[in-house]
């Protein structure tokens, strides 16, 4: 079974330059998570699809933070400006519906380093 | 707000010794706790998870871990560390209760260290 896949898996940008990562989840999977991790830090979840729908964007800085997932499937996230403090490895992860029992499967991140 | 502890930033163990990697959690309803391990420029992998039942989990690689709700912690056990252990782990939570969105909660993450 194929995993969650990502690209680029590195990225070099000037502040206020913008950026856009690609997440193919795993096949059937309809739950769709966008986490930032900062070195030294734990996973901060930033935006959940359930399909193509936003179910929790909360914590994604929206005035520069864009997401979405047409059609269910795949997903992109947009920053535009960058800032230096968006230096951090994007992770996108999947899990299949309605499970909360469930485990999420993660993609291997893309790494932005803002300059 | 749900939230994770794990009070130590790194651990040190020789190999063939037991591990214990800490954790501790803040939830208002009962709790899904899961670990995950990740190991340089790779994504998180699943290592094991509580939902109910028996409050001690095993997971993969010879992985254990013992829920206590009265001291509400969650450490992550293994009888005889490896090397190949050595990657940094993150404990997470994620609360059971109608209109939850089910995302998980991480931890700030524990360096583990295993040497030969």
């Known amino acids: 079974e194929a995993g969650v896949a990502q690209s680029p898996r590195y990225k070099i940008i000037e502040k206020r330059q913008s950026v856009a990562f690609w997440c193919n989840p795993i096949?059937?999977?309809?739950?769709l998570y966008w986490y930032q991790q900062i070195l030294g830090q734990g996973p901060k979840l930033l935006i959940q699809f359930q399909n193509n729908g936003v179910v929790d964007d909360s914590q994604l800085p929206k005035d520069r933070f864009s997401a979405e997932r047409l059609k269910g499937v795949d997903s992109t996230l947009k920053i535009q400006p960058a800032k230096l403090e968006d230096s951090a490895v994007y992770l996108c992860?999947?899990?299949?519906?309605?499970?909360?029992?469930?485990?999420?499967?993660f993609g291997e991140g893309s790494r932005l380093t803002v300059l | 707000a749900q939230s994770v502890a794990q009070p130590e930033d790194q651990v040190n163990v020789a190999e063939g010794n037991p591990l214990t990697v800490k954790c501790t959690y803040s939830?208002?309803?009962?709790?899904?706790l899961f670990w995950y391990v990740q190991y340089p420029n790779r994504g998180l992998q699943f290592l094991l998870k509580?939902?109910?039942?028996?409050?001690l989990v095993k997971g993969s690689y010879g992985f254990e871990a013992e829920f206590n709700k009265s001291q509400t912690s969650f450490h992550l056990k293994k009888p005889s560390a490896l090397v190949s252990d050595s990657a940094l782990y993150f404990c997470a939570v994620r609360e059971i209760f109608s209109g939850n969105t089910g995302k998980l909660i991480f931890g700030q993450g524990t360096t583990l260290q295993v040497k030969p």
């Open positions: 509580y939902i109910t039942g028996d409050n």
């Open positions: 939830v208002s309803g009962n709790p899904y």
């Open positions: 096949s059937g999977h309809a739950t």
């Open positions: 992860a999947s899990s299949p519906t309605g499970t909360y029992t469930g485990e999420l499967f």
